[in-house]
């Protein structure tokens, strides 16, 4: 089987956070090395200034908002990494060859690397002196799991008339849900990806359980591995299992029997019963 594209979402940024954090907090950057190619957008990461920022910089705390990974420093100053499709954080011995397709590495006490990797260049990472006005984290919505309840989801429903995957998908009302979150939660508070935003309002309390839920038993498996995403010790995450439609199309829907069906919107599947979620 050819598997589906997986980029890494809230439960797999979280993973990575969760798993860099003991290896870094309280280490301190002894050097830096950067690729020299463009990554997102085909910008060229700003060495000079990564430099500047991290070279003996202590890493005071690693945290996530939405798909971002922000690295604070003791200093104030910080990295902001975002995974892009394909992109690795992870910390390997000095000594460890380097993967092909590493574009940054933080050298730290102990012979070790911290080390980016991204096949596909649509990652990011980027130094700032405040990480928390940076545009691309002010622009960003609620946090599902930090920020969000049902009234408030049901407020932003009513506001709405995108269609309800679309709605979701959006990272200016909502921060840190993609394309196999979504399919899932909607599965699980059967409702249609096509359903107008406003006309689900009244199923906010169930969606926002579903939303919960889904994310939750993906950061509990450590995140979803179709190919690439691996956590800051390049261990797969376990949560193909538990995913209930997405990469399931003709396979059996877990509720009525029926197979579960795709549809394709702007090259995104979109993976749903329509019996179980019919309109
Ligand atoms: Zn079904």
Known sequence: ?????????????????????????????????????????????????????????????????????????????????????????????????????????????????????????????????????????LALGLDPLEELDAEKLGDLLAASRAPLKAFLLDQHRLAGLGNIYVCEALFRAHLHPRVQACRARRQAVALMQAIRETLEIGIANCGTSFRDFVDATGTPGKNVEALQVYGREGEACTVCGRPVRRLVDAGRSTFYCGYCQRR
């Open 1 to 137: 089987m050819l598997w589906p594209k997986n980029m890494p979402e809230l439960p797999e940024v979280e993973t990575v956070v969760r798993t860099l954090r003991p290896q870094v907090v309280g280490k301190t950057v002894r050097s830096l090395w950067t690729s020299g190619l463009p990554l997102r957008m085909a910008r060229k990461l700003d060495h000079a200034v990564l430099r500047e920022n991290c070279v003996g910089a202590t890493i005071r705390a690693v945290r996530r908002r939405g798909k971002y990974i922000l690295v604070d420093f003791a200093s104030g100053k910080g990295v902001l990494v975002h995974l892009g499709m394909t992109g690795r954080l992870t910390v390997a011995l000095e000594g460890e060859e380097r993967r092909k397709h590493t574009h940054v590495v933080w050298a730290l006490p102990g012979q070790r690397e911290l080390r980016f990797v991204d096949p596909r260049r649509f990652g990011w990472v980027q130094a700032a002196s405040r990480l928390d006005d940076l545009p691309e984290i």
